[in-house]
């Protein structure tokens, strides 16, 4: 079988284990890299105002420098309490500096006393390829937020967010069960038809 290359375009390595997680039940022959894999890949400014536009312009950038189809994913945590917020801003809701643990330690800090906790999820993947193409699915999880932090095994908001139907967050939950419930799960599910056809 041969083995189809892609590239995720981010550097953060939790996200490239996830989505390799999720991709490499669905498509056994896929070989993901990350931006770590290509010294000298430019950083992207996530400069757009949607969570479409900051996917597709990460995946059109990465599959132009490293020559091989790209995919790319923005997601945001939308809490009804907070007006929306952090939104399509979650990566960095804390700062310019911001670290996953100082966003939830900000968003924790606003929900302090707030009776209506509910939050929604939200996904965009992108794949684009070197000649430019790029299509996008969108991928959506719904919960809420609780009151203090739950479970080791963290990534984003992991800790703070209980899926509908749960009573444990998604770092309480674990890998193998969140990897069917997440906001990214949903859209990479949606994603993996359109990969097939490129390597078709």
């Known amino acids: 079988m041969t083995r189809f290359e892609l590239v995720v375009a981010t550097r953060n390595e939790g996200k490239r284990k996830e989505f390799r997680r ?3 039940r669905r498509i056994p022959c896929i070989g993901l890299f990350s931006l770590n894999d290509f010294p000298g890949a430019p950083a992207v400014r996530e400069t757009k105002a949607t969570l479409e536009g900051n996917a597709v312009l990460k995946a059109e950038s990465a599959a132009k420098f490293t020559g091989l189809p790209a995919l790319a994913d923005d997601s945001g945590l939308f809490v009804n309490a907070l007006g929306g917020k952090p939104g399509a801003k979650s990566a960095r809701y804390s700062g310019p500096k911001a670290s996953d ?10 929900m302090k006393g707030k009776k209506t906790r509910g939050a929604v999820f939200k996904c965009v993947v992108a794949v684009a390829t070197p000649e430019g193409k790029a299509v996008f699915a969108k991928g959506i999880a719904r919960g809420r937020i609780v009151q ?21 967050t998604f770092a309480e939950l674990g890998p ?7 906001h990214r799960a949903r ?14």
């Open 176 to 182: 193998r069960v969140k990897d069917r419930l997440s």
């Open 101 to 110: 643990a100082s966003n939830r330690r900000k968003l924790l800090r606003q």
């Open 22 to 24: 999720i991709l490499g």
């Open 187 to 200: 859209a990479l599910e949606k994603i993996v038809p359109i990969i097939r056809k490129i390597i078709s």
């Open 148 to 168: 203090e932090e739950r479970g080791r095994r963290c990534f984003g908001y992991d800790s703070v967010f209980v899926p509908c139907g749960y009573g444990k």
